[in-house]
């Protein structure tokens, strides 16, 4: 094999890997810090939540959003944000809120809230509800460039009920759980990162979120 080749292969598996390390996750449940009676309510309602801290180095990149939906290990994807909206990271550290609420009867609706712009929603998601179901952190670094970062999921199944902190801790990335633990029917949030575009004269509508340059349109 010719030394251009190796460094060919070298350069594309370092290029992969690098993308997928672009960030890291961390979780928090803010619900925990509300007054205990609210608490106690969100309980009854069975609202969930959870905080993503994001760390990388970002730079002004563009963060597009997609759901994976599981069914017996085939893979639907969906594009979450439009291409018209830019939301864009710019800091090292960012942070994105999950919600999840009953709607209607059968149904759960997830939300992701930016809440250092105002609380922007990013986007609106729903999803058929199930008890045995909770929002549960996914995040391993994996060989994809799309980062899996939050899933709303079952736990391992075993014996009398499934077990969700044996899922959270075991560094089996989300795309092989059925692989694996033959849970099924879940879906998953990714992000990938992308150099930020600016708008072109082909484009309707431009928005920008951000933190920085907060809020603008190109019509």
């Given at each position: 094999?010719?030394?251009?080749?190796?460094?060919?292969?070298?350069?594309?598996?370092?290029?992969?890997?690098?993308q997928?390390?672009?960030?890291?996750?961390?979780?928090?449940?803010?619900?925990t810090?509300?007054?205990?009676?609210m608490?106690?309510?969100?309980?009854?309602?069975?609202?969930?939540?959870?905080?993503?801290?994001?760390k990388?180095?970002?730079n002004g990149?563009?963060?597009?959003?997609k759901?994976?939906?599981?069914?017996?290990?085939?893979?639907?994807?969906?594009?979450?944000?439009?291409?018209?909206?830019?939301f864009v990271?710019?800091?090292?550290?960012?942070?994105?809120?999950f919600?999840a609420?009953?709607?209607?009867?059968?149904?759960?609706?997830?939300?992701?809230?930016?809440?250092?712009?105002?609380?922007?929603?990013?986007?609106?998601?729903?999803?058929?509800?199930?008890?045995?179901?909770?929002?549960?952190e996914?995040?391993?670094?994996?060989?994809?460039?799309?980062?899996?970062i939050?899933?709303?999921?079952?736990?391992?199944?075993?014996?009398?009920g499934?077990?969700?902190?044996?899922?959270?801790?075991?560094?089996?990335?989300?795309?092989?759980?059925?692989e694996?633990?033959?849970?099924?029917?879940?879906?998953?949030?990714t992000?990938?990162?992308e150099?930020?575009t600016?708008p072109?004269d082909?484009?309707?509508?431009?928005?920008?979120?951000a933190?920085k340059?907060?809020?603008?349109?190109?019509k």
């Amino acid at each position: 094999m010719s030394k251009k080749l190796l460094f060919t292969i070298s350069f594309v598996l370092t290029t992969v890997l690098v993308q997928a390390q672009q960030i890291k996750v961390e979780y928090e449940n803010k619900l925990t810090a509300l007054p205990e009676l609210m608490q106690q309510f969100f309980t009854m309602q069975n609202v969930q939540h959870s905080r993503l801290i994001i760390k990388g180095n970002f730079n002004g990149k563009r963060a597009k959003i997609k759901k994976v939906i599981c069914n017996k290990g085939s893979f639907i994807e969906s594009e979450l944000i439009p291409d018209y909206v830019h939301f864009v990271f710019a800091d090292s550290v960012e942070t994105l809120d999950f919600m999840a609420v009953p709607y209607g009867e059968d149904s759960l609706r997830i939300t992701c809230f930016y809440p250092e712009h105002f609380n922007s929603i990013i986007f609106n998601d729903t999803v058929r509800i199930d008890k045995m179901k909770i929002l549960l952190e996914t995040y391993t670094y994996g060989d994809s460039p799309d980062i899996p970062i939050l899933a709303y999921t079952s736990g391992i199944p075993i014996q009398d009920g499934t077990w969700f902190c044996g899922l959270r801790d075991s560094g089996v990335e989300a795309r092989k759980w059925y692989e694996k633990y033959k849970i099924d029917d879940y879906i998953f949030y990714t992000i990938k990162l992308e150099e930020d575009t600016p708008p072109n004269d082909d484009m309707s509508i431009y928005v920008k979120v951000a933190k920085k340059d907060a809020y603008a349109t190109h019509k």
